[in-house]
Each structure stands twice: as C-alpha cells, then as structure tokens.
C-alpha cells in the first residue's frame, strides 16, 4: 500500500509525514519538515498518501 519515501497525512489531519519503514499493517514515518524527529509508529489504515489540491503557482 505505501513505500518507502511516500509523503502521507494522517486521515484525522496533521502535519505531512515522509514514509521511512513499511511493515505489514504499520508505518514507520517522521515529520517531512524535520527528519531528524522521533520516528512515529502508525497503522497504514489511519493515513492517506499526501496529495495538495488546487493551484500552488507550480510550472
């Protein structure tokens, strides 16, 4: 479902996070704004891949 590198978010909301560990129903993953955080443990059922919707001035 998710690899290594993936950007997620958490599906109740929070700050984007960078995928470092996949196990079987669990993600490994750190905040993508600071990698050297404590490494957070989470179900893959309770994030989502990250996705911005709308026009963010990208070419």
Do not use: N, W
């Not at 978010?9 to 404590?38: F, N, S, T, W």
């Not at 989470?42 to 963010?56: R, T």
Request: charged content about 25%.
């Amino acid at each position: 479902m998710f690899a290594i590198g993936d950007v997620v978010q958490p599906r109740v909301g929070g700050p984007k996070l960078v995928v470092l560990e996949v196990h079987e129903d669990q993600i490994v993953a750190v905040p993508a704004h600071d990698q050297e955080a404590e490494k957070l443990t989470l179900k893959a059922a309770d994030v989502s891949l990250y996705k911005e919707d709308g026009d963010f001035g990208v070419c």
